[in-house]
């Protein structure tokens, strides 16, 4: 209740803004970044998303929230696509469920697309297997209609979900990404390594690439590049920050 009132008096003050997390390969280069929606309320100072999304979500105020969550970021690509080192850089945007099931929502990638003028190879959406529990014909058709425009698509918190195998093969995805949970004890429990190595053959034999997350060690980033993962995200490289701070953090997308 307070925090749905604060929530709407904050989208029109447009107190929400991005942070970046890089996303890695095994020297460590930058291939990518996430981003990640943070807001300045005006007394409680930075929020985190885990705890007002949930509410976004039940309200329905996701969906503006999500409107202008798109525009930040495609703004961001094109202001990258200026830069050489950065133009060619991919940006991850997270959709909730209900924000890719709201009718309107292709569309509405669409004119955001058109109206910054942001190359659409550049975005990838960032999609849940929580989406797959409802209407799978109907999200398939709508990722394809965004893939023809050329976004991307990647499954996060991969392997907590229920995505099925056969809804694995007829989604037009193009990453992985490896859920943080599995990487966290990656060094200490077999299970987690048998899971890690499965999702890697996985997404090898559906021509997915695989991202893990969540990645807080040097050893955990060895164990991942013994088991064949050779994409990463997460402290060990750099926590979600400004994109100041992502930019300095690296000489640019390579
Ligand atoms: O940044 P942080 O680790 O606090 O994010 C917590 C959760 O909030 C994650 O599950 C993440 O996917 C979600 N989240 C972060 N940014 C966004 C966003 O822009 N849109 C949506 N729908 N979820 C987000
Ligand atoms: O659900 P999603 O994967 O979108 O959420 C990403 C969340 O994980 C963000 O809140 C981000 O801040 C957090 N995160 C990113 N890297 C790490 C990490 O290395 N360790 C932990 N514990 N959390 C991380
Ligand atoms: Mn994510
Ligand atoms: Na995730």
């Known amino acids: 209740a307070a925090i749905e ?7 029109k003050a447009e107190q929400f803004f991005l942070h970046y ?26 929020v985190a998303p885990g705890a007002f999304i949930a509410v976004a979500e039940s309200t329905g105020l996701i969906l503006p929230l999500g409107r202008y969550i798109m525009r930040c970021a495609c703004r961001q690509l094109v202001a990258w696509a200026e830069q050489p080192q950065w133009a060619r850089l991919p940006l991850a945007v997270n959709i909730s469920a209900r924000q890719f099931h709201h009718p309107g929502f292709v569309e ?4 955001v697309l058109d109206e910054t003028g942001a190359n659409p190879l ?11 529990i409802e209407n799978v014909e109907t999200m398939i058709s709508n990722m394809n209609r965004l893939k023809a425009r050329g976004v991307r698509f990647s499954l996060d918190d991969f392997g907590t979900g229920y995505s099925s195998l056969s809804y694995l093969k007829r989604l037009p995805l193009d990453q992985l990404k490896i859920d943080q949970s599995f990487v966290r004890d990656l060094l200490k429990d077999p299970n987690d390594a048998a899971i890690v ?13 695989v991202i893990a997350e969540g990645v807080e060690t040097k050893a955990q980033c060895d164990a991942l590049i013994a088991i064949g993962c050779y994409q990463f ?14 930019e300095s953090w690296s000489e640019g997308y390579h």
């Open 122 to 132: 550049r975005l990838k959406l960032e999609l849940t297997e929580s989406l797959l």
């Open 21 to 46: 997390q890089p996303q890695v390969d095994a020297q460590g280069k930058l291939v990518g970044a996430e981003a990640l929606v943070r807001w300045r309320h005006p007394e409680m100072g930075l």
């Open 5 to 11: 009132a604060d929530l709407r008096a904050g989208l």
């Open 108 to 111: 509405e990638v669409c004119a």
């Open 197 to 209: 190595k499965t999702i890697i053959a996985l997404g090898s034999s559906l021509d997915l690439a």
């Open 233 to 246: 995200q997460g402290y060990h490289f750099g926590r979600p920050g400004t994109v100041d701070v992502l």
